[in-house]
């Protein structure tokens, strides 16, 4: 390879590269045969783990250090970074890819529309576009990557074909389409502000010194935030979330509350690091979104009765809180934004599981209304432990010791920056979620109610009740509840297991 | 002997757990073996927490390295009170529930969250690292909120729900701005060790920052203890939960409140603690008459008690308020005090309340003089204690509170300091009115119907007990008072006398 020349390690590049010749084996394959339908899941899931196994190369690096390739020959500039964070968010975006093929494992009956190639290479190509947008760090293939992220979510929306699902889709799509002008607008604005294709420090400080170019950088940077505000749900970017969530199949749903949020904070992660060195004001706009974010989420969930746009509005009061870190100027922000965004997704995962469960086993109405949850204990105990373990562990209370961290680490940098009047409103919101996940979880333990157990026996054919206890939820669908949940317990027995990976 | 420290957590942090687990996964555990485990745990618990106390063990070990939080455990004066307390009254719960068990849902369950309950406060009371101590305070929530929320009062559903939702969220609140003020406390001295935090005493912090800190603080801790004006998730707690759930509430888990303004605000920040405590001991004895005048027309024995609570606590923070060691160890016996006797009162009002169908004191009842002399005797015992009479073990907290704030600190406004001590003086006139009036309603008359079955078996062994340490720390008060004295006066930095 000569020096004029990228230089180009396919190693570091593998948990791009691996879901991406995924998506294209797949195709190939169904062109090949036909009729296959299991055989793109295990392509998929073997390319997925793939990617997974290489990033373990990056995690737990110390700060500073970062593998990296596609560099520019002379300049030392390198186009892909893989530093502990960034390996990190890979590795959750690529194993919540693999939650959502557990969740959408075709049955024996029902022909998912389009096939499962089409839903499979979808699904892999997002996840490609989530694990490229954490390593880029120049601003075409940043964008490229967190379109790639985006636009496949759009289809695997879309495909389910009901009503609901098209008007989600639309929403969905009007979102990507402004964000993705928005976030192009601020490409062009960094482009002439720094005069760099690179999202570096470097650049973001020699226009930040320059007094003609500072206001174009610091508007490059709010719509950066504003662009990537639609893809977190940040408020008021947020409308489109819980049509959406409830318009898809559950196991899209679980991918754009998991491998969607983690391709944008990802996106979001690169540019701050870029413009930490600034100081507060790019970031003052950050607290204000957040703190609207996380008192309007709350609210909004407070008053839902359908458990899916429940935990659509719990993404945007989430996703206040991811971002909440990242209104401080401080070393630990990015880190402690990352381990919140890992604590809700593993938690929000879990969750989709067990519901994605209980349609298969009670039916979908059932299954998405939470009145129907009142005695969920009594009978299903074990979906019923891993849903509560998951509800707490969003609320942020013991036995969910990894959302309390989580909550911990994410307050612990806007204490630091003296952000008092932010932080009790962190703290109000705090009582908010509780009472939201509580609210969910008081059903779930709550006896069932006697005029309901009275009306059973009214219920025709008399049988049907035990009828529709007999049907067992599909074995991958078990396998992604049992996974996730050993995470979770996992992480919240020992939390510095998920600390750890993000680096010191 | 680190092994013991270790036990004391693990062992109910375990079986609690355990307990939780095993009536769901497979058939459910009958009611007689879930207290007999129960029992052999929190008796094996006890026996580890007193060797503990005795021992002293320290653990400190590393636990989240990237936030440089460390499991770090160890007992001293102050807490092995506390600890001894918990630990006993665990013990004690149980030995009640055989006599009186619980109704709701599966009793495995029950005794699984009184476990982890006991698990938080103990855990709470062991930890020197600041965040810890905020990850044990959150440990309770949860068991307690089942507590409340399974097994309290089934009359009314809607008020179940709204009393144990209402006990999470107002908790939750005060944790949370407690957390805010712990991470601030940290950052501000660069240490999160509690026990190098009361070394400093708040030397490397300026007083604007140590103010802003103290307040987040006391506003968070002081929803658990909890002080006027933001007590008002207590009595709807104490009135739905079940015996044993308000007898952990009342007698451990609003300890950990004043607990951790001693540990947390009064050692670390003495400059921001000193500008506050004026304003802090004007609620607290806003607490003390309105708790009092709330019990003089209250008919609903539990709430009663429960508002009682808010008044004995509002010595608490009198004693906490007037910045002498005198005040401090009248406040840590205060605490002890109030554990014991509430403890003993909602034994008594939850038997009482099972046996009537109901805690109305409007209804005409048999004289408990007449039909139960075992219940009355343990009664008059407890609101005597309650109303402060000398020789029982209310007295000395409360009568040291109100000496120590006639006198207070230098940097203390005097005057203020004793017209408070004035009005609390009104307070404990006001308490022996209130417990007289109960007294008069449910101990003393003639009527002997609807007659009831007295005390016996568990539940007389426990009141008797408790009746025994009122008796006992109100005639020997040395035996607390000494155990906390050198801790206190080094936090109050006065040289020992």
Known sequence: ?504 | MVALLIGALVIPAVTGTALIVSGRVSRPVSEVNANTVSLVTSVVTAALVIATVIARPVLNQPWLTSLGVRLHFEVDGISAPLLILTAALSVAVVVHARSRPPHGASPSTFYGCLHLVELGALATFLARDAVVFYVAFEVVLIPMWVLIARYGDSRDLAARADASGRFVLYTVLGSTLMLIGILALVQASGTADMNALAVLHGARIERHTQIIIAALLLVGMGIKVPVWPLHTWLPPAHTIAPTAGSVMLAAILLKMGTYGIVRLVIAPLPIGFGALAPAFAVVGVIGIIWGGLACLVENDLKRLIAYSSVAHMGFVVLGLSSGTTVGLQAALFANIAHGVVSALLFFLVGGLKERWGSADLATARAALREVSPRLGIALVVGFAASLGLPGLVGFWGEFLAMYSAWSPAPDRPQGLMRFLVVMAVLGAGVAAAYSLRVLKLIWSGDRTSPAHADAGGGEWSVLAVLVAAVLVLGVAPGLLLNSTFKEAAAITMQVPR
């Open chain 1, 1 to 504: 390879m000569s020096a004029a020349v990228v230089s180009v390690n396919a190693g570091i590049l593998l948990p791009v590269l691996a879901p991406a010749v995924g998506a294209a084996v797949v195709l190939v394959t169904d062109v090949a045969v036909q009729h296959l339908r299991r055989a793109h899941y295990v392509i998929a899931l073997a390319s997925l783990l793939v990617g997974a196994l290489a990033t373990f190369a990056g995690l737990g690096m110390v700060s500073g250090t970062a593998r990296r390739t596609l560099c520019l020959p002379g300049s030392g500039r390198c186009m892909y970074v893989a530093d502990s964070v960034g390996s990190t968010l890979q590795l959750a975006a690529l194993l919540a890819a693999v939650l959502t093929l557990l969740l959408s494992w075709p049955d024996d009956k029902k022909q998912p529309r389009g096939g499962t190639a089409v839903i499979v290479s979808l699904v892999l190509a997002a996840t490609a576009g989530a694990t490229a947008v954490a390593g880029a760090r120049d601003l075409g293939s940043w964008l490229v990557a967190l379109e790639l992220a985006t636009l496949p979510t759009v289809a695997l929306v879309a495909l389910r074909g009901a009503r609901s699902a098209i008007s989600g889709a639309i929403a969905l799509l009007t979102t990507a389409l402004v964000s993705f002008g928005l976030l192009a607008l601020s490409a062009a604005l960094w482009f002439t502000a720094t005069g760099s294709g690179f999202l570096t420090p470097e650049a973001a400080l020699a226009a930040f010194h320059d007094p003609g170019r500072r206001p174009i950088l610091v508007l490059a940077v709010v719509v950066v935030i504003a662009g990537i505000g639609f893809k977190l749900s940040l408020v008021p970017f947020h409308a489109w979330t819980p049509e959406a969530y409830d318009g898809a199949p559950l196991s899209i749903a679980a991918f754009l509350a998991g491998v969607s949020k983690i391709a944008a904070l990802a996106a979001l992660l690169v540019v701050i690091r870029a413009v930490a060195p600034l100081g507060a004001s790019p970031l003052a706009a950050i607290g204000i979104v957040s703190a609207v974010s996380m008192t309007l989420g709350n609210i909004m969930a407070l008053r839902q009765n359908g458990v899916v746009r429940l935990l659509a509005w719990s993404t945007v009061a989430q996703a206040g809180w991811v971002v909440l870190p990242l209104a401080a100027v401080s070393s630990g922000a990015v880190h402690a934004s990352g381990t919140y965004l890992l604590a809700y997704v593993l938690a929000t995962l879990l969750i989709f599981a067990v519901v994605a469960a209980l349609v298969q086993i009670r039916g979908a109405a059932r299954a998405r209304d939470l009145g129907e949850y009142r005695g969920l204990l009594a009978d299903h105990p074990v979906l019923a432990g891993a849903l509560g373990l998951g509800l707490l562990s969003l609320a942020g209370l013991p036995p969910g010791f990894l959302g309390l961290v989580a909550k911990v680490a994410a307050l612990r940098p806007v204490v630091t920056s003296e952000l008092w009047l932010l932080a009790v409103i962190a703290a109000v919101n705090a009582v908010l979620g509780v009472a939201v996940y509580l609210r969910w979880l008081l059903t779930v333990i709550s006896t069932p109610d006697a005029a309901a157990q009275a009306s059973l026996p009214t219920v025709p054919g008399g049988a049907a009740p035990v009828s529709a206890q007999a049907v067992r939820a599909h074995p991958a669908t078990l396998v992604a509840v049992g996974l996730t949940a050993v995470a979770l317990v996992l992480t919240s027995l020992s939390p510095q297991m998920l600390l750890g990976l993000l680096g010191g």
